[in-house]
């Protein structure tokens, strides 16, 4: 079965610091795996996603997340953190299979704290 | 403006009532998702649709019913058989293949009082 972990439920940095959130899947096929943000009260809007093609994946605000499939990683990352990245980041991998189309399974969560 | 709405955004509701939370999109997209978010849980699937007049359970399907009546439409009714129903409930819609983005609505507070 798929599965998802994101590693920190809560993740502080300093303004400017680096932004390094973890997810890892388990997958008996190569996945499907998507980044979305949620700031508070509100919907989940896609920061990127991987599914073909080249492994480093560049979404929005400047986020960017690399797919190792030796590590069956997908770890997100910014170099430079804003107050206004300070929200909750969900991991999540589509599942294959023509029962199951389009069908995501979510990690956790992190929450991700800006401190000026 | 394309995009997904779901109302109302808070509810209140008493133990024993069942109580029904709308869906709309206008992206012409054929799949339809609920999910319910709870602190620390992240997102888990109650029910989804792939066609009009057709949905599968997911993963906590029991005390929740849905329609997909219209394409546009996913309404969710949290019935009196739902132990639990206080949670934010996030409906979202895709073009349904496994490489799709899903487009998520703005949510829906339910509280039971």
């Known amino acids: 079965a798929q599965s998802v972990t994101q590693l920190g439920s809560h993740v502080s940095v300093s303004e400017g610091a680096l932004v390094l959130l973890r997810c890892n899947y388990s997958?008996?096929?190569?996945?499907?795996l998507f980044w979305y943000v949620q700031y508070p009260n509100q919907g989940l809007q896609l920061l990127l996603k991987?599914?073909?093609?080249?492994?480093l994946v560049k979404g929005i605000n400047g986020f960017e997340a690399e797919f190792k499939k030796s590590e069956t990683s997908f770890h997100l990352t910014k170099p430079s953190a804003h107050m206004s990245d300070a929200a909750e980041y969900f991991c999540?991998?589509?599942?294959?299979?023509?029962?199951?189309?389009?069908?995501?399974?979510f990690g956790q969560g992190t929450t991700l704290q800006v401190k000026p | 403006d394309g995009g997904i709405t779901q109302s109302p955004k808070y509810l209140f509701r008493k133990e024993g009532q069942n109580v029904t939370l709308s869906c709309e999109q206008n992206?012409?997209?054929?799949?339809m998702y609920w999910y319910r978010q709870d602190p620390g849980q992240g997102l888990r699937l109650i029910y989804y649709?792939?066609?009009?007049?057709?949905?599968q359970k997911g993963d906590i399907a029991e005390g929740y019913s849905v329609s997909r009546e219209k394409k546009e439409s996913f309404p969710l009714t949290v019935t009196s058989a739902q132990k639990n129903p206080t949670a934010f409930y996030l409906c979202?819609?895709?073009?349904?293949?496994?490489?799709?983005?899903?487009?998520f609505g703005p949510g829906t507070r339910l509280t039971v009082l």
């Open positions: 999540a991998v589509s599942l294959h299979g023509s029962s199951n189309t389009g069908k995501l399974i």
């Open positions: 991987y599914t073909t093609g080249a492994t």
């Open positions: 649709s792939q066609i009009v007049n057709d949905f």
């Open positions: 979202a819609s895709s073009l349904a293949g496994s490489t799709d983005t899903q487009y």
């Open positions: 992206l012409n997209h054929d799949a």
């Open positions: 997958s008996s096929v190569p996945p499907y």
